[in-house]
């Protein structure tokens, strides 16, 4: 176990960012926050997944929509514990444990806000290992782990709670009331287990967001190679060098799409 406090927040939002390879929105959207809750509830505590007992009921709180559509319409906090307390409700029992959807990009940030908030501790795993757009595109997925029930809450006050059949029409439905909630909606959902975490989440990947931010951080303060540092850390390799010469965005039925051009080179 250890503590995820207010000075680890820069490093982790940066790290996440990387993993999220352009996919789950700005970490930074959410950091300000957390790093208030953090100051104000004191640090969270985070176990590795081998750490839980059997079982621990675990579940994730996260946000669903498109990136574009979050940086103007900030995240608040209210409907981030809605989400939360209406699966509970529906549930019938608290939930003991948070656990991160994806470890790259705003879903990285936003589960300490709901640890901070209610005082409970988080796992460092996620259900990706990066970004990723849509529910079922995921590690619980594919060890049979139900995403559903599914519970989905806004900025207005309206709670909704979804059973689905399976995990692709969790997120057909599930996406279709977050246009509904105004292209963003807070979520809670894949329900398990402290066994069933062990084996359908990819652990240890809070911690790796962390060292890849931190390694980058120090590079810049001492005048290195950040990506030569972040490469480091994941044991990677360059593959390509260039420049963004331009960028087209577009949002549409709650995605960020949009497509980028890079002039480069191979490097030798």
């Known amino acids: 176990m250890r503590e995820l406090g207010v000075e680890s927040l820069e490093a982790l939002a940066l790290g996440a960012a990387l993993l999220g390879t352009g996919g789950g929105g700005d970490p930074y959207i959410r950091a ?33 929509g498109a990136p574009t559509v979050l940086v103007e319409k900030l995240p608040g906090t209210n409907e981030q514990l809605a989400a939360f307390r209406a699966l509970e409700r529906h549930l019938g029992r608290e939930i003991t444990h948070i656990i991160c959807a994806e470890v790259g990009g705003l879903n990285s940030t936003l589960p300490i806000v709901t640890a901070a908030r209610t005082g409970l501790p988080m796992v460092d795993c996620d259900a990706m290992g990066r970004a990723f757009p849509e529910i079922q595109m995921s590690t619980p997925t594919l060890h049979g782990i139900s995403a559903s029930p599914i519970a989905l809450a806004d900025d207005k006050g309206n709670a909704v709670v979804i059973d689905a059949v399976d995990n692709d029409w969790t997120e057909t439905m599930a996406r279709s009331i977050a246009v509904d909630m105004g292209a963003a909606a807070f979520i809670s959902l894949f329900v398990q287990s402290g066994a069933e975490v062990k084996k359908a989440m990819i652990p240890s990947t809070l911690g790796l967001a962390e060292r890849i931010g931190a390694a980058i951080l120090d590079a810049r303060a001492s005048g290195s190679d950040p990506v030569a540092a972040a490469m480091e850390v994941v044991g990677g390799f360059r593959l390509f060098e260039g420049k963004v010469v331009d960028v087209e965005r577009k949002t549409t039925a709650v995605f960020a799409r949009g497509r980028m051009q890079i002039s480069g080179r191979v490097p030798e």
């Open 32 to 64: 300000p926050l957390a790093q208030e809750d953090l100051a104000e509830w004191g640090p969270v505590d985070v176990f590795g997944p081998a750490e839980i007992p059997d079982d621990a009921v675990c579940a994730m709180s996260a946000v669903m």
